[in-house]
């Protein structure tokens, strides 16, 4: 809601507002190190090692989501969509549940 709200308020100054909502970034993301990864490892049980696999099978895809795939999706709206605002762009594989209704 709040990329809606700032990209009505700033659009007649040019400001583009979008954002981009990853899902389930485990490889290469500091949240996952320690207790976390730990704790959500032995309420799914499995081990830590497996967390980027067990995530990936929630999408449709069954894509690992990396930090590269937020990059990507950081571009799209920087250096792609270049009249384009008050945009959410998923990059999770597929979450049927997040699909737009």
């Not at 976390?36 to 449709?60: F, M, Q, S, T």
């Not at 990507?72 to 549940?97: E, R, Y």
């Amino acid at each position: 809601h709040m990329t809606r709200l700032l990209a009505a308020e700033l659009g007649t100054d040019k400001i583009r507002v979008n954002t981009v909502n990853p899902d389930g970034v485990i490889v290469g993301s500091k949240i996952w190190e320690g207790d976390w990864a730990e704790g959500r490892a032995k309420a799914y049980g499995i081990e830590v090692k497996d967390l980027p696999a067990h995530y990936a099978k929630r999408n449709l895809l069954n894509e690992i989501i990396l930090p590269d795939d937020i990059a990507d999706g950081v571009f799209a709206c920087v250096g792609v969509l270049q009249k384009s605002t008050g945009n959410t762009i998923n990059v999770d594989g597929g979450m049927a549940n997040a699909f737009v209704r």
